[in-house]
């Protein structure tokens, strides 16, 4: 479905990624984990078609889409409310950027916002949301995108440890419903191994991929597996391959 090729990247002097390769098969969960600073956030913003690369393509349906916006849903490290906007008024932003009505919209959104741990703050400006309330609202936003394929930035990373478990457990469910593809930005071991059906581990700056590891369990995954043999050597493997 998404085929990165051999693309590099370089601000000025500056070489960020080198020669990266790698896929995303249809309904498939990739994770790409890596140190602060190795080129992820980087090359997500090429994938989605915000920056361009030095070298190399992105291709999307084997079309060469590098350089094209809105293909894909996305939702960037940083915070992108808009402050003069509610909750609900800023996750149906892409929904009424497609043409679709508002009262269609919200109506969606409202059915999501419960399981995002949102309900209650529906009519709240971002000013008055925590930082973890936040970052499930960015996330609400892009999985209401509905495209095929979601490329997430760290988009668990502000929450605590019992909210992210639910979010996990509940996008491990999801995923089977909807038949998205993800593209996962991560830290987290734990999460990406919970989560993933392939993990990519990139080298520190200029990232390149140094590792590629399948995650064979099947979906949906319970905590369990978080406890099992299988979780644990699988963990191990990915911390030598980061050096850690
Ligand atoms: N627009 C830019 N101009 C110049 N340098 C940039 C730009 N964007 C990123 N960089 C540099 O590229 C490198 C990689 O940044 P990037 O944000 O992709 O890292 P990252 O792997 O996402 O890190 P983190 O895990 O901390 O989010 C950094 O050294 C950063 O300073
Ligand atoms: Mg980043």
């Given at each position: 479905m998404l085929t990165i090729k051999s693309v590099s990247k370089s601000f000025d002097n500056l070489s960020v990624l080198d020669t990266i390769d790698l896929h995303v098969k249809k309904e498939e969960f990739v994770s790409i984990i890596g140190p602060s600073g190795c080129g992820k956030s980087t090359l997500l913003e090429i994938v989605t078609g915000l920056i361009a690369p030095s070298n190399g393509e992105i291709y999307f349906n084997e079309e060469n889409v590098t350089g094209t916006t809105n293909k894909l849903g996305y939702m960037p490290q940083k915070d992108v409310l808009f402050p003069w906007r509610t909750v609900l008024e800023n996750v149906i932003i892409p929904q009424e950027i497609m043409g679709i009505r508002k009262k269609d919209a919200e109506k969606k959104a409202r059915q999501l916002v419960e399981k995002f741990g949102l309900s209650g703050f529906e009519e709240y400006y971002p000013s008055a949301l925590s930082g973890g309330m936040k970052q499930r609202a960015n996330f609400l936003r892009t999985v209401l995108t509905d495209k095929r394929l979601l490329a997430l930035d760290e988009p668990f990373g502000k929450l605590d440890a019992l909210t992210k478990r639910e979010m996990l457990k509940w996008l491990t469910t999801v995923r089977m419903e909807t038949k998205q593809s993800f593209l996962l930005i991560t830290h987290d071991i734990d999460e990406a191994i919970f989560l993933s059906d392939r993990i990519y581990v990139m080298s520190s700056r200029p990232g390149r991929i140094v590792k590629e590891v399948h995650v064979k369990e099947k979906h949906?995954?319970?905590?369990g597996f978080l406890l099992s043999k299988s979780f644990s050597e699988l963990k191990n493997e990915l911390l030598s391959s980061l050096g850690v």
């Open positions: 949906p995954r319970s905590n």
